[in-house]
C-alpha cells in the first residue's frame, strides 16, 4: 500500500486545512453561542451559510462523492479530507459532506430513479434542503433491522405508510424535507431480508408527527436533531418506492458501506484534536511541584493515544483502499474491523484528554464533552459493535473452517 498522497489528495488537505484555520476554528465560539442563545435551534444558523457560499466558491464542494456527482475522489483520497473536517464536529456541513445527507445522498445516486434524482438529489447536492434517514425504531430492538414492525403498503397508486421511529439524524432541521424510510412491504415473506422496502416520504406529508427530540447525555443535536416521529396513514406516491418492493436490504447495506467508514475518517480527526488539546494542557499546568506533562502515567496515556489513533488511521486507510480496489462487499470485513474499532478509540482517547483537563474537560469551554457524546453515539450508530462483531467474527471463522 503507498502511504504517499497524491499531488491532488495534498492539494486538497491543504485547501481543506486552509478553510478550517482561516473560516471554521475562529468561528467555533460564535456557532456555539448562537445555538445556545438562538429562539429555534433547529434553524440552520448563517454563519453556516455563509460557510457554505464559501466553501463551494472554493471547489471544496461534494467531497465525499465519487463520480460526476461529486468531486471524483475514491475512498482512500477522501479519508484524509474527512479527517481533517472532523477536528470541528459541524464542519463537514460546510463542504456539503454532512451526514445522514451524504448517505442519503449516495443512496439516491446509486438507487434512485431519474425522477426522484431530478427532485431530491439536485437540491441536496446543492447544499438547499436537508435529509434524514428513518429506520430506527423505539418499540424492537433495531440492532437486528429484520425486527422492524413499520409498514408499507401499496394502495392503488400510493403506499401508505404506518410506523413510529426514533433518533431519525437531521430531522428536526427546518430545512430537511426528505425522510428516506424503511418499513415492511412484505411482512409474511419467509424470507426476512426481502420483506423490507425504502421509500422516499416528503416531511411535510399529511400524518407525519414529530413527537420529540432524543436528546443524548443532554445534548439535543442543534441544528440537526434525532426526533422521535409517528407515521400514522401517511400517504405517498407509488413511484417514491426505491429500487422496488422487497430492496431495502439491498439499499441499506450499498448505503452504509461508505457511510461508516466516513464516520470512522471523521472521528478518527476528533480523537486527534483531543489528543492535541491534551497536550497542551498537560504542558500549561503544575501539579506537585512539576508540569504534568513529566508526570510518568500522562506520559504513558499520551503514548496509548498517539499508538492507538495510528493504528486506526492505517485501519481506515487499509479499508478504504479495498473497498476502492474491490467494492465494498468484498471489504466488509474491513468495514466492520473499523467500524468496532475508531469510535471506541475515540471513547477512550478523548475520555484520557477529558481526564487530563480535569473538570474543565467536562464543560462547554472545551469541546470535548460533545466530542465524546458524538464517540459514543457511533458505537451503536450504523450498527452497534456487538452487531459487527458477530458478522466479523463470523466471516473470519468460515476462513479456516473445512
Known amino acids: 500500500m503507498d502511504f504517499e498522497y497524491s499531488d491532488k489528495v495534498n492539494d486538497l488537505r491543504h485547501r481543506v486545512q486552509a478553510f478550517m484555520d482561516e473560516h471554521v476554528y475562529p468561528n467555533e465560539q460564535a456557532m456555539q453561542e448562537h445555538l445556545a442563545t438562538t429562539d429555534n435551534p433547529w434553524v440552520t444558523p448563517p454563519l453556516m451559510e455563509e ?56 443512496t439516491l445516486v446509486l438507487y434512485g430513479s431519474d425522477e426522484q434524482k431530478q427532485r431530491w438529489l439536485k437540491p441536496l447536492l446543492a447544499g438547499e434542503i436537508r435529509s434524514a434517514f428513518a429506520m430506527t425504531e423505539p418499540l424492537v430492538a433495531s440492532s437486528d433491522a429484520t425486527n422492524i414492525e413499520s409498514s408499507i403498503v401499496r394502495d392503488g397508486d400510493e403506499y401508505v405508510i404506518n410506523g413510529r421511529k426514533w433518533f431519525t439524524t437531521g430531522a428536526m432541521r427546518e430545512t430537511c424535507e426528505l425522510l428516506i424510510f424503511m418499513g ?28 420529540a427530540n432524543c436528546d443524548t447525555f443532554g445534548y439535543n443535536d442543534a441544528p440537526f436533531g434525532e426526533p422521535e416521529i409517528q407515521f400514522t396513514d401517511v400517504r405517498v406516491p407509488a413511484s417514491n418506492i426505491l429500487l422496488g418492493e422487497g430492496r431495502g436490504f439491498e439499499i441499506a447495506q450499498g448505503r452504509l458501506g461508505p457511510g461508516r467508514i466516513h464516520h470512522c475518517m471523521r472521528i478518527i480527526g476528533t480523537a486527534d484534536r483531543a489528543l492535541q488539546l491534551a497536550c497542551k494542557r498537560v504542558n500549561s499546568r503544575v501539579t506537585f511541584g512539576q508540569l504534568i506533562a513529566k508526570h510518568q502515567s500522562v506520559r504513558e496515556n499520551i503514548a496509548l493515544s498517539f499508538c492507538e489513533i495510528e493504528q486506526a488511521r492505517l485501519l481506515t486507510l487499509k479499508a478504504a483502499a ?26 477512550t482517547i478523548i475520555d484520557r484528554s477529558i481526564q487530563m483537563h480535569g473538570a474543565a474537560g467536562l464543560t462547554d469551554r472545551f469541546p470535548l464533552a460533545q466530542a465524546y457524546n458524538m464517540a459514543r453515539q457511533l458505537r451503536l450508530a450504523d450498527g452497534p459493535d456487538e452487531v459487527h462483531m458477530m458478522a466479523l467474527g463470523k466471516q473470519v471463522i468460515s476462513r479456516y473452517a473445512d
Not at 84 to 93: C, D, P
Not at 329 to 347: H, Q, W
Open 51 to 106: 460557510l457554505k457560499t464559501t466553501a463551494r466558491e472554493a471547489g471544496l464542494w461534494n467531497l465525499f462523492l465519487p463520480g460526476e456527482h461529486g468531486a471524483g475522489l475514491n475512498n482512500l483520497e477522501y479519508a484524509p479530507l474527512a479527517e481533517i473536517m472532523g477536528w470541528v464536529m459541524w464542519s463537514s456541513e460546510a463542504f456539503n459532506c454532512m451526514a445522514p445527507d451524504t448517505g442519503n445522498m449516495e
Open 322 to 347: 479495498k473497498m476502492d480496489s474491490h467494492g465494498n462487499k468484498e471489504a466488509r470485513d474491513l468495514i466492520a474491523a473499523i467500524k468496532i474499532i475508531a469510535p471506541k478509540m475515540a471513547c
Open 184 to 211: 415492511k412491504t412484505d411482512p409474511d415473506n419467509p424470507n426476512r431480508h426481502v420483506q423490507q422496502s425504502m421509500i422516499l416520504v416528503p416531511k411535510n406529508t399529511a400524518g407525519i408527527e414529530i413527537v
